[in-house]
Nanobody
Framework: QVQLMESGGGLVQPGGFLRLSCAASESIFKIDAMGWYRQAPGKQREWVADSTSGGGTNYPDSVKGRFTISRDNAKNTVYLQMNSLKPEDTAVYYC?????????WGQGTQVTVSS
């Protein structure tokens, strides 16, 4: 059982930036893939970014060029650097980790982009 704890959410103005962190309860070397989803009120959960154990990263077009996912293996932590934030980025952001066929989720952190 992997426990994930997100942090770093908050209120930011349009055009601003935030860095989200996701700390895992055990070594992320054991984890096949980690990433982020988000869910805005009244909308379905949307994939935001992922990082594979092989070092690959993937993003949907909606955040490509603005968001960057990275890993710090020594700290068992995955980060999501979010730049040029837009009001439509407002959502609860969830970290996940895949190990084999199992997926684990964090509790989420709120990101609000508003002037």
């Amino acid at each position: 059982q992997v426990q994930l704890m997100e942090s770093g959410g908050g209120l930011v103005q349009p055009g601003g930036f935030l860095r989200l962190s996701c700390a895992a309860s055990e070594s992320i070397f054991k984890i096949d893939a980690m990433g982020w989803y988000r869910q805005a009120p009244g909308k379905q959960r949307e994939w935001v970014a992922d990082s594979t154990s092989g070092g690959g990263t993937n993003y949907p077009d909606s955040v490509k060029g603005r968001f960057t996912i990275s890993r710090d293996n020594a700290k068992n932590t995955v980060y999501l650097q979010m730049n040029s934030l837009k009001p439509e980025d407002t959502a609860v952001y969830y970290c996940y980790a895949d190990i084999g066929t199992r997926s684990f989720w964090g509790q989420g952190t709120q990101v609000t982009v508003s002037s």
